[in-house]
């Protein structure tokens, strides 16, 4: 091999440009090495920042050493063959799942080059193994996903091969819905912005870089998502350092780029987002790829903003072991693709060059296809996950939020002039954003104004609802800021900011617009912990006002859906019925360990009936606690939210024909108090399950169905159910009355099933 320096030139390209120098890329380790050591890479010579035109004719100059370049070589063909390993495998069904990064190694290497391991915040997606192996992914960590091997970093057996995650690397676990992972990296980075801003955390950041750089690739297809433009938006408009790398291969499975995209070109459609950099290159080339990648993140390293590297790659297998290309694709465009093959294209320049000869690349490729076939047999040799261990990690195993440390309730004293539950909320928030500097509050509206200069002339917003109102005034826009109108904006940046060690306190401004953003929610939110086995989190609170009875709320601001969310496993689900409960239960969430979802009853925010006095700044209700409202001996009812007090009123009127109910207000709802309502049974053997959720599939259907399953021996009458009917909520007064359950209906069940 030579051991002179060589100076790598496109000769297509004429305007002179200053030399780039570029680190070395990360060794790749042995495959039978466990642990890792987190290390930042070699520190990188700055360039001359470029100015940010979307095309250069200009001479690209890299210097590299002859063994940076074979290294680069070994790690493209690497990646290479670990996905032929995995198709081998797969082919003699001992993995059970395959999708490649071939042909988008170039550019992927390039990008682990001249980013920092362990320093940098990486979101790949699917195709990114090459940049896996250069960060410093062996071939066996690999391999273990591809086997479902119990220790495989990425996932523990948990999710398909090719879903990278890996906390010593800063390689945030990935999952399957494309695109969701674009707004959780603007998160990252934000975290890294807010944590900048906020006085009280200065000094106190763990793994937070002055120059960081946050990496999120995609491909063509997942540029039709609205998260990608979303993503985008708040990015630029905050000037993010965040590096979009669009690997462009042409086709979204079988969907080509000019179906998806208007004009066949992505970049050409962003490239007027403000302090966002672009550059485009061929992502087959290694040199072209580098030259661009430097300087994207030149850009976003000097705080200018993000960047936008569009790489034309090819697929030069089918999209998955799922997909056969040849179905769509005729063989004329297959072959021309082939052409364009980066490690015969880089193979073929390393030769041309007399960095290595024909000899020597062939002894490189013996050595890694070696390589790759023992970190194979290593692999399937590994233990596959103990079936015990299927529901660890559905929440922390660190944080019990239903535990006595959480219950400050009975020795509570409360002072103070009776407060609404809006009162009683926006105390907790305050009282909590002062003891933890960490908490940054954010969502549509919810700032008190977003142009701060005419703060001290105008009242203030602070929340449809003023719930939040005076929280930016008592700790300023770095903590308490507006988001744009997109719910998948709010959760997926706060999923991004919690994950770097923030805790964020969202809102989303009615539950009827919650649904833009369930991808995340579902998908994202609530799995991170279990997908990753523990290895990733994101605890955080999302507020939300819901519910009907408020003549005029109609379909789209009455809406009750929380069954659709508590059987979601990972996510807690906390509903009060009044002031008190409300400001406890929310101290908790905020203090949990997990996401959290608080629904807030928007009729009972300024209720005369719900009002308390202010309980101490330590006042905790820990979940899963019920609250017995009122004893009874004759009738039991499970109830929460604006249910409880119209089971009170028809309570009370049974009380006159001589019937005790007992009401049980169950206040959390996942997890919720299963021990109240077996003690509260067995005491009554007469129940009624009462909510606001539509009856069939309703939230009650499964507290009744457990009842009839465990308790039934106990029932001296059939679980009674009220809800509101299978239909929506409407805007006529009468129409919402006959919809939503009243005092009457409940008055009705209690008389039925106490005469049964």
């Known amino acids: 091999m030579k051991t002179d320096t060589k100076v790598l030139k496109l000769v297509r390209r004429t305007e002179p440009l200053e030399e780039i120098s570029v680190a070395a890329p990360a060794p790749v380790r042995e495959s039978g090495q466990n642990s890792r050591k987190k290390a930042a890479a070699a520190s990188q010579a700055r360039s001359k920042p470029q100015p940010p035109e979307t095309t250069r004719e200009s001479l690209a100059g890299l210097e590299l050493s002859p063994e940076q370049m074979v290294q680069i070589y070994r790690t493209m063909y690497l990646s290479r063959r670990i996905d032929d390993k995995e198709i081998q495998l797969k082919g003699q069904n001992k993995i059970f799942f395959q999708i490649s990064g071939a042909g988008h190694e170039a550019v992927l290497v390039a990008a682990g080059t001249v980013l920092k391991s362990g320093y940098d915040w990486f979101y790949p997606y699917y195709r990114d193994r090459a940049l896996c192996l250069q960060l410093g992914m062996t071939p066996l960590e690999q391999l273990l996903s591809a086997v479902a091997a119990d220790s495989d970093p990425n996932s523990h057996g948990r999710q398909m091969p090719s879903h990278w995650g890996h906390t010593e690397l800063n390689i945030v676990s990935q999952s399957s819905p494309t695109g969701t992972q674009l707004l959780q990296a603007v998160g990252a980075a934000e975290a890294g912005y807010r944590y900048k801003l906020i006085k009280e955390l200065k000094g106190r950041a763990e793994n937070f870089q002055a120059d960081e750089v946050v990496y999120v690739s995609l491909g063509d297809g997942t540029s039709s998502e609205g998260e990608f433009w979303e993503a985008l938006n708040t990015a630029s408009n905050l000037k993010l350092p965040v590096l979009f790398l669009l690997e462009d291969n042409g ?22 987002f403000p302090n966002l950099h672009m550059e485009r290159c061929d992502g087959t080339d290694v040199i072209e790829s580098l030259a661009a990648l430097r300087r994207a993140v030149e850009h976003c390293r000097r705080g200018r903003g993000p960047a936008f590297v569009h790489a034309r790659v090819i697929r030069p297998y089918s999209h998955s072991l799922s997909d056969d290309e040849r179905l769509y694709r005729p063989d004329e465009e297959r072959t021309a693709e082939s052409e364009r093959d980066p490690i015969k294209r880089f193979g073929a320049l390393l030769i041309d060059e007399g960095i290595v000869d024909q000899d020597e690349l062939q002894r490189i490729k013996t050595a890694i296809d070696r390589e790759v076939n023992e970190a194979a047999d290593e692999a399937l040799a590994s233990p596959q996950p103990d079936p015990d261990t299927a529901t660890l990690y559905v929440y922390s195993p660190d944080v019990d939020p239903t535990s006595e440390v959480f219950d400050t309730e009975a020795s509570a004293e409360l002072s103070g002039n009776p407060g609404t539950m809006v ?38 917003k602070g929340g449809v609802f003023k719930v939040t109102a005076n929280l930016q005034r008592k700790f300023g826009s770095s903590r308490v800021f507006n988001s744009p109108l997109a719910e998948a904006n709010i959760v997926g940046r706060a999923i991004g900011m919690a994950t770097r060690g923030l805790k964020p306190v969202v809102e989303i401004q009615f539950f009827d617009y919650i649904w833009p953003a369930m991808h995340q929610i579902r998908n994202e939110l609530a799995l991170l912990r279990w997908r990753s086995g523990n290895e990733w989190k994101a605890p955080l609170v999302m507020r939300v006002p819901i519910g009907g009875y408020l003549k005029g709320g109609a379909v789209y601001h009455s809406q009750s859906g929380v ?155 059939p679980v009674k159910r009220v809800a509101a009917l299978d239909t929506f909520v409407a805007y006529a007064p009468q129409l919402e009355d006959a919809i939503l359950p009243q005092v009457t209906d409940v008055a009705r069940a209690i008389q039925e099933v106490t005469s049964y």
């Open 251 to 272: 086709y979204a499975i079988s969907v080509p780029v000019e179906v998806q995209t208007p004009g066949g070109d992505v970049s050409r459609l962003v490239e007027n």
């Open 423 to 460: 009162d009683l909320i926006n105390r907790c928030m305050h009282t909590e954003m002062a003891r933890d500097p960490r908490i940054v509050v954010f969502g549509e509206d919810v700032a008190d104004c977003s142009r701060e200069e005419y703060l001290e002339t105008v009242k203030g």
């Open 563 to 717: 069954s659709t969310f508590t059987q979601i496993p990972g996510l807690r689900v906390v509903y009060p019925s009044n002031a008190l409960d409300a400001n406890g239960l929310l101290r908790t969430a905020i203090r949990c360990d997990d996401p959290v979802l608080f629904l807030e009853h928007k009729h009972l925010y300024r209720q005369a009936y719900n009002k308390s006095k202010y309980p101490p700044d330590n006042f905790m209700i820990p979940f899963a606690k019920a609250r017995t409202v009122r004893e009874g001996k004759d009738a039991s009812i499970i109830t929460y939210g604006a249910l409880v007090q119209r089971s009170l009123v028809a309570a009370k009127q049974a009380e006159q024909q001589g019937i005790s109910v007992e009401i049980i207000d169950l206040r959390s709802l996942s997890p919720y108090d299963w021990e109240a309502i077996v003690t509260s049974v067995k005491k009554t053997n007469r129940v009624i399950v009462a909510h606001e959720d539509s009856l069939s599939f309703g939230y009650g259907a499964e507290i009744a169905a457990r009842i009839a399953n465990e308790l039934f021996e106990f029932l001296d009458a």
